[in-house]
């Protein structure tokens, strides 16, 4: 699921990102408001949430903005604002759930979930390549029906490469989308994290499908 945030607080956008990346959600972030309106008008998200109290256009008009545009996505608001009357606003202007600051991260969680569901669009996404199968709902991975067992930072590799299979994967591009932190070319964490992916879904099968392209980075891909 590709989620929107849009949220001026780094420490929020911060704690936000590295939680729902490791709930295996992907998001993109915008720190203002204009920035954040380009963004969901540009590209396509499954769910946005979205703060009230923004630089440059405040939330209150971008889910106008929204809405008048025809863009149905679910928006979820996350904000401070918690009077009654901030609430039927935002739900008026089109808002799907509203949510007060400071919440739980597990409630966050399972209101995205709950809009998710409500969204015709929102079904289990099954990944496959060859004989490994991933269902990223159900977080299990199979390879020729056995189970794969990996750990929470491996099943987001696992995904963000059989989502891009094919495409050869720069060791920056990983860290940047999977770890969310910028890569430093002196360290092997990149190198280390895939050699341990590939010992589990290549090791005890004959057709290897995880490969390395030499001084570029990493691709999934059947050979």
């Given at each position: 699921m590709h989620i929107l945030l849009?949220?001026?607080?780094?420490?929020?956008?911060?704690?936000l990102l590295k939680g729902l990346k490791e709930n295996y959600f992907t998001v993109d972030a915008a720190c203002d408001g204009q920035t954040?309106?380009?963004m969901a008008t540009q590209n396509t998200y499954d769910l946005i949430l979205l703060d009230v109290m923004l630089p440059h256009i405040d939330g209150w008009t971008i889910i106008t903005t929204?809405?008048?545009?025809?863009?149905?996505?679910?928006?979820?608001?996350?904000?401070?604002?918690?009077?009654?009357?901030d609430?039927?606003?935002g739900l008026k202007l089109g808002a799907d759930d509203y949510l007060i600051k400071p919440f739980s991260f597990s409630e966050l969680v399972?209101?995205?979930?709950?809009?998710?569901r409500r969204n015709q669009h929102y079904t289990s996404e099954i990944l496959k390549i060859a004989d490994l199968v991933v269902d990223t709902q159900k977080h299990k991975a199979f390879r020729?029906?056995?189970?794969?067992?990996l750990s929470a930072k491996e099943f987001m590799l696992l995904v963000f490469f059989l989502k891009r299979k094919g495409e050869v994967l720069s060791r920056t591009l990983i860290a940047e989308q999977v770890w969310d932190i910028n890569f430093d070319n002196d360290s092997n964490a990149i190198d280390v994290a895939v050699k341990r992916l590939r010992e589990k879904i290549d090791k005890d099968f004959s057709q290897k499908l995880l490969h390395t392209v030499r001084g570029v980075g990493y691709v999934l891909e059947e050979r």
């Open positions: 849009i949220e001026d607080n780094e420490k929020t956008v911060n704690y954040g309106l380009f929204l809405r008048n545009k025809n863009i149905t996505t679910p928006v979820l608001f996350l904000t401070a604002k918690d009077t009654l009357d609430k039927i606003k399972a209101r995205i979930h709950s809009l998710l020729n029906n056995t189970a794969l067992l």
